[in-house]
């Protein structure tokens, strides 16, 4: 292999290389120095923990097949860990990163170097903090573009541009996150949503403060590859382009058929790639992206964030055009452009939906609460009690003396258990709002449960949301796996009708699916990854509550399918 130093800048306009290069992978290797860094932002200075000394972080710019190497040194005042999100980590699963998952974190003074090979997987991924609220600033985008000589399985851009949506608060969110989970309660929302780490010019920003909008030039006639990536907290997005269309072309690293669309929707954790034609009079277009409000009667921060869309030689005395966004509840739009996506069957990294099914799981998930014990005046949640969230009625704990992937290798007991089960403990109406506050439905108790399966066992699992205390949309994360959106519903799952209505053909594939508000989909994977991997939502609201589980994959007998041991460096509890 050739080794090169990778090209680590804040988000930067590309021009894709067609040069010969050597059919060789590289090994792409370089460091993430995190620590305090003071950025001013919504007319205030604010120090926030950062990579390299920005924000968004690097981005890294890589080629399928490629070796990365990163030195993380924490220089911060927290734990921390990094999570390359959407990265299968085959025989490197020490790398994948949730905090007590897969590792224990990096503490403030220590290292790790993260090793991952990129073979099977090209588009769009990133890269975030997976230790408490961090990952509001430690996060950035991880490009995977084709090898030497292999082309895009859609006309090749004129450019490439990465739009990373993120979101603010005018205080530590750590703090933020500190305070709602000693008192129970939840979080206070954050002050506004970013594109490309800058909320935008329909913010009441401070004169003093400059470039604080991100501007896209384009040149009129030429097509754009956009990388949109949602890296915010709990905001769930709809976003446009004043007066143009987009063709998705992939989500989450995975190749689609071509959907031609003018408004997108993506959720925290979500990639979405797009194709998007200079075919407008020249002017300044607003891209601009604000919350799908999915939960009924909860208030969120409604902002719009915006960047600028700018073609050649328009002078900066143009109004820049606002595209008309959906209502913040328009779920009809979110489901029909969530829905509506179909895998590119063509693509040399498809493989064809397995047929029969190993594991079948029905998991109801939602909100809920958890037992304050006898100080309730501490508990500041519902009826006294401490929000919470569960999966099948067990809202997830994580361990703190030992990290689960280095207790199953090691063959630990009494850091997990492998009785996750497969069926909800109550059946009920699970979407009738009657039952938000039943309270022999709401109350969760805590365990540190995972469920085991074979290794190349097909797991197909139906994803059932839950009207407990409220209802919205969860998009649920699962780590070192793709799977395929079989299907989606609104309503309770009904096995009988709703199973006829499975793609088997051409699913969309993922890693992060937003499952519809009061209602369900249906996701089948082939566990062919041996570890203990993370399925959790991606709303960093809900996760600590609780809202999460874990598959532990058993090994299969090959060097190629047994867990490696973990590497010399590998931090300690």
């Known amino acids: 292999m050739e080794r090169r130093s990778v090209f680590v800048v804040g988000v930067v306009v590309l021009?894709?290389?067609?040069?010969?290069?050597?059919?060789?992978?590289?090994?792409?290797?370089?460091?993430?120095?995190?620590?305090?860094?003071t950025v001013n932002r919504l007319c205030q200075n604010q120090v926030i923990t950062a990579v390299n000394d920005s924000l968004p972080g690097p981005s890294l710019m890589v080629k399928e097949g490629d070796t990365v190497i990163i030195h993380v040194f924490n220089r911060s005042p927290y734990n921390l860990t990094i999570h390359w999100h959407g990265v299968f980590q085959r025989l490197s699963q020490w790398a994948d990163g949730p905090e007590f998952v897969t590792q224990c974190p990096i503490r403030p003074g220590g290292n790790y170097t993260y090793r991952f090979n990129l073979t099977g997987q090209v588009g769009t991924l990133w890269w975030h903090s997976h230790s408490s609220w961090l990952r509001a600033t430690v996060y950035g985008a991880l490009v995977i573009r084709p090898r030497d000589g292999?082309?895009?399985?859609?006309?090749?851009?004129?450019r490439e541009d990465t739009i990373l949506l993120g979101e603010w608060w005018n205080t530590n969110p750590i703090d933020v996150v500190n305070a709602a989970l000693a008192n129970g309660t939840t979080p206070?929302?954050?002050?506004?949503?970013?594109?490309n780490g800058w909320p935008g010019?329909?913010?009441?920003?401070?004169?003093?403060?400059?470039?604080?909008?991100?501007r896209l030039d384009v040149v009129p006639g030429n097509t754009y590859l956009l990388?949109?990536?949602?890296?915010?907290?709990?905001?769930?997005?709809?976003?446009?382009?004043?007066?143009?269309?987009?063709?998705?072309?992939?989500?989450?690293?995975a190749y689609t058929d071509p959907y031609v669309t003018d408004v997108i929707l993506v959720g925290p954790g979500q990639t979405t790639d797009v194709l998007l034609t200079a075919d407008q009079p020249p002017g300044l277009y607003y891209m601009a992206a604000r919350p799908y409000a999915s939960a009924i009667g909860v208030t969120i921060n409604s902002n719009t964030t915006t960047a600028i869309l700018a073609y050649q030689n328009t002078t900066s005395t143009t109004t820049p055009l606002l595209p008309v966004l959906p209502a913040l509840n328009d779920t009809p739009t979110a489901f029909t452009f969530s829905s509506n996506l179909t895998g590119l069957v063509t693509s040399p990294f498809w493989s064809p939906v397995p047929a029969t099914v190993d594991e079948n799981m029905f998991v109801t998930m939602?909100?809920?609460?958890?037992?304050?014990?006898?100080?309730?005046?501490n508990c500041g949640g519902l009826f006294f009690q401490r929000m919470s969230a569960s999966m099948n009625n067990i809202s997830f704990a994580l361990p703190t003396r030992m990290s689960l992937l280095e207790a199953h290798f090691r063959n630990i007991s009494g850091v997990y258990t492998t009785d996750f089960p497969d069926q909800p403990p109550v059946v009920f109406d699970y979407t009738d709002t009657n039952n938000s506050f039943n309270m022999g439905l709401i109350m969760t108790p805590k365990r540190t449960s995972v469920k085991s399966v074979r290794f190349n066992a097909t797991v197909e699992m139906v994803l059932q949301n839950t009207a407990l205390i409220g209802v919205e949309n969860h998009p649920m994360h699962l780590h070192g796996f793709n799977f395929y959106v079989l299907a989606q519903g609104f309503g309770n799952y009904n096995s009988t009708t709703d199973s006829s209505k499975f793609n088997l053909v051409n699913p969309q594939e993922r890693n992060t699916l937003g499952v519809p508000v009061g209602g369900w989909a249906v996701i089948r994977f082939r566990a062919n990854n041996p570890g203990v991997w993370f399925f959790h939502c991606h709303l960093d609201v809900h996760l600590p509550w609780g809202l999460a589980m874990a598959i532990q994959v058993e090994n299969g007998g090959t060097p190629e399918s047994t867990l490696p041991p973990p590497p010399a460096d590998f931090p300690q509890c």
């Open 15 to 37: 021009a894709f290389l067609s040069v010969s290069l050597p059919a060789t992978a590289d090994i792409v290797e370089t460091s993430f120095d995190v620590k305090n860094l």
């Open 150 to 158: 292999q082309q895009y399985p859609f006309p090749q851009p004129f």
């Open 188 to 195: 206070v929302e954050s002050d506004a949503y970013t594109i």
């Open 201 to 214: 010019d329909l913010f009441n920003n401070c004169l003093s403060v400059s470039n604080n909008t991100y």
């Open 227 to 253: 990388r949109i990536i949602n890296a915010a907290m709990n905001g769930q997005f709809f976003f446009k382009i004043a007066n143009h269309n987009l063709t998705v072309v992939g989500v989450d690293a």
């Open 366 to 377: 939602g909100l809920g609460l958890s037992d304050c014990g006898s100080n309730q005046t």
